[in-house]
């Protein structure tokens, strides 16, 4: 890409809005920040090198040099910021996940859709190096069918780690007994991103102790679950097995993709290693590192996997090569929607319930 | 002159040919575009052979370069180069069709030029295939992705091509190419020095297991390196068989890295045998662990003991029923943490095995090994005598108030008593000793560092008399088996250093010779070295007196 073509952002909050990388890539400028906490403006505008900050969003809609937004609110709010932000007619990447409902995605897709904007979703795992390898494999053929994969999303919320995230100054923030499966990308995500399959079937547990965790039996949500695990059948036929939890004593976000041909295992938790297992091959055991396909800049370790640099670099890219990113509104919502209807299914007690397509005709 | 003529392997362009757009005609096989921060060019998987022509850009006929991603499978992909215009003529440089992986340069239907067996192609990485034509000739040489670092690289192979189209071939795999080009200007030069002749994989004196990229970091041949992100690598070095005795190697993890650290006394196939002093727990931040090989947890210190890109020393250490690790800081070998002595049966400390390195998520190099690998150095004075006398191990003690002899004890592990007041570079180191019955093996440590990573010793024992370095005290530069002498009587021990050779001789007391080595070479470094003086026994006791330094003049 020409590096004289630049892409004016402005990035709204910021507390993970900061582990981002808008000021290192060769196509953007960082306009202006805003967040409705002065601290963390603060902290923004010292990250991103921007002295223009705004105190809220609906102030920085307003600024016409501002060609697209990035988005870390909170989840509540996602779909209305977004929603704002296309129909203020500038481009938006936002953090996970898309939606909190059905009627959200709908608008989401409506708002992008009528705008004509660009809309992605941060979703992590797709860049996460397991993610890209098992995406190439099955593009070029190598994976076969994934006939079943499980994919699992685990952050223990105990102690300080739990007091942090969900109260703020000792009122709730919108993380207090947020459901599991209301937050689901972080796991359909690895095998949507890599096959690009949708999720059209589900029937799902989930648990929680209100005795032992209080905030189960009183959160705005009414959600009594800490822990979600769902069974889900794809529009190919094949199994998914997804799990969300937030009250075990596990950590991180891996998948295990079984194909036909090969069999890819994330690192884990546990100290699992990385793995290709292929018939008559040796195992590969050393993870790909695909920083190459970064600018020069750009080309470091990150959280959630090293995607951060990723996430940031193909959402100004694909504005500048004015196509759609590779996690649009459609691959979001098919990463998002089967969450929310597992949700349902685990009220129901694990009835299995169909997920809407909202891919265009 | 290898005229390369056409083959079999690769068809001509004909009927089947698919135009794939942006310059690149699909002649066979299955081909597509793929976007990915940019096109790629992917042939899927499949059976058999598959190529595609491409128009190439940039300057000159005389560098040909893309870049090429091997997908699963072991199969082979690569640029055809200078070749005719339906590819059966010309060159062919390509990656796989080896199990490390492999580079190679052929012609363009498949004879072999030249390989490199031992290229270390990963999955799904990203490398630049480079082929040069110069008049009468041709090289190829593998980097890495960002165009700099040379993994592999020919010497000129006698060819005489001259065509202008560059192909694509991939062969049972699949492979994303892309970045097609030519240019009058090569990114590595020829060296001398290449990596593909530094591969341990290619050293008899390593084994290697698991994972792992491991390689003499250049053609000095003095460190290690395992260069890939692999999630387990082992090399063993195969000279340094022993037990009961101190191992020791500096280290330093590169960033990311999960842990590194030794085996030692550990087998060259799974591992499973000896003990780990390794640098674990939190990434960059973690802890000097003590682990059986097998896996068991023995000890570890505190978190933030050790962190990437610092020199460290490890230094694991046995005797009889117990073992212990230590973790020197490398650049002025201070102590940084230790474990107690580790109780073990006996048998498990005193079980033979090699010196073993280990990577785990990441990349470490290692040096001073070949020390290490059998040696007590570095290692540190446990207690002094009295007088100096500095002791390693052992029980030592003057013989009676006149401190003019010393009695020296110990068991399985060698224990030495040095004199840093005896010093001395070139000359005669002497030392009278009575050794006691029963398998003792008495001798002189001489020209030797204060913590005994470099010097001489001489040995008079069961298996005769004997030379060796202390930087490899296992294994004797010299060795007299048929030395015939007598346990209770005394004989003296003598160590000539010279320019460039070192001598020994075992004396009776008449001052007869019972055995003398050829001098013996010895790196130049000794010529001006200082050392010191001192006694060494194990397997019993054995008395020491008259000892001496005599500077040559």
Known sequence: MDSDTKVRVGVVGGGFGAAFHWHEEPNCIVEAVADLRPDRRQNLMVRYKCEKAYESLEEMILDDRIDAIAIFTGVPDHVRHCVAVMNAGKHCICAVPAAMTLEECEQLIEAKERNDRKYMMAETSYYRPDTITARRLYEDGSFGDIIYSEVEYYHPLTGAERDSLWFFEGQRTWRYGYPPMLYPTHSTGFLVGASRERLVEVSCLGFGDAAKEPALADNVYGNPFGNQSALFRTDRGHICRCNVMWGIWAHGERAQWFGERMSIYSPGCAGQGFMIQSAGQTPVTTMPDYTYMLPEAMRYDTGHGGSHPFLTHEFIQAIAEDREPTVNVYEAVAMTAPGIVAHQSAFRGGEQLKVPCFDPR | ?553
């Open chain 2, 1 to 553: 002159m290898l005229v390369l003529a056409a083959t079999a392997l690769l068809p001509s362009v004909g009927s089947a040919a698919i135009d794939l757009g942006d310059g690149v005609t699909a002649i066979s096989g299955d081909w597509a575009w793929s976007q990915d921060f940019g096109p790629r060019l992917v042939r899927r998987a499949g059976p058999g052979e598959a190529t595609a022509v491409v128009r190439v850009a940039g300057e000159g006929q005389s560098v040909w370069r893309c870049f090429v991603e091997p997908s699963v499978g072991g199969g082979v992909a690569g640029m055809v180069f200078a070749a005719s215009g339906d590819l059966s003529e010309g060159l062919r440089c390509d990656v796989g069709g080896f199990p490390a992986g492999g580079f190679s340069l052929r012609g363009a239907g498949g004879t072999v030029l030249w390989s490199d067996e031992g290229a270390p192609i990963e999955v799904c990485h990203a490398y630049v295939i480079e082929g040069i034509v110069e008049p009468g000739r041709v090289r190829a040489q593998l980097l890495d992705w960002d165009r700099r670092t040379l993994l592999s690289q020919s010497p000129f192979v006698a060819a005489d091509v001259g065509g202008r189209t560059m192909g694509l071939v991939a062969i049972d795999a699949a492979a994303r190419f892309w970045g097609f080009e030519t240019s009058t200007t090569p990114l590595c030069e020829l060296t001398k020095d290449a990596p593909n002749l530094r591969r341990l994989s290619q050293d008899p004196a390593f084994t290697l297991t698991g994972g792992g990229s491991w390689m003499w970091t250049d053609g000095a041949r003095t460190r290690i390196r395992q260069y890939a992100k692999a999630e387990r690598a082992w090399a063993v070095y195969r000279p340094s068989r022993g037990a009961l005795r101190q191992w020791h190697s500096n280290v330093r993890v590169s960033p990311g890295a999960g842990g590194a650290g030794i085996v030692f006394q550990t087998d060259d196939q799974d591992h499973k045998t000896g003990f780990t002093c390794w640098l674990g727990g939190t990434f960059g931040a973690g802890c000097l662990m003590l682990y059986r090989a097998s896996g068991e947890a023995l000890w570890a210190s505190a978190e933030d003991t050790w962190h990437y890109d610092t020199d460290y020393i490890l230094v694991g250490e046995t005797k009889p029923g117990a073992v212990r690790v230590a973790l020197l800081l490398g650049s002025d070998g201070s102590q940084i943490a230790e474990s107690p002595w580790v109780a073990v049966p006996e048998e498990e400390a005193a079980h033979e095995g090699f010196l073993c390195f280990h990577t785990w998520l990441g990349s470490a190099e290692f040096w001073a090994f070949a020390d290490g690998a059998a040696s007590s150095a570095p290692r540190a004075a446990e207690s002094s005598l009295g007088d100096g006398w500095l002791t390693f191990g052992g029980q030592w003690a003057f013989r009676d108030a006149a401190h003019d002899a010393l009695v020296g004890t110990a068991g399985g592990a060698r224990a030495v008593c040095l004199q840093p007041a005896l010093s001395g570079s070139r000359g005669t180191w002497r030392v009278t000793v009575v050794a006691a019955e029963g398998g003792t093996e008495a001798g002189l440590v001489f020209q030797a560092a204060p913590d005994l990573s470099k010097g001489f010793l001489a040995t008079l024992g069961p298996g005769g008399f004997a030379l060796y370095e202390l930087a490899r005290p296992e294994t004797p530069r010299w060795q007299e088996a048929n030395c015939r002498w007598t346990p209770g009587r005394p004989y003296t021990i003598e160590g000539l250093v010279h320019t460039d050779r070192v001598t020994v001789r075992l004396l009776e007391a008449d001052g007869r010779v019972l055995a003398e080595s050829p001098a013996t070479y010895v790196t130049q470094e000794n010529n001006e070295r200082t050392g010191h003086l001192g006694p060494a026994v194990r397997g019993g006791s054995a008395t020491f007196e008259a000892w001496s330094v005599e500077s040559e003049r």
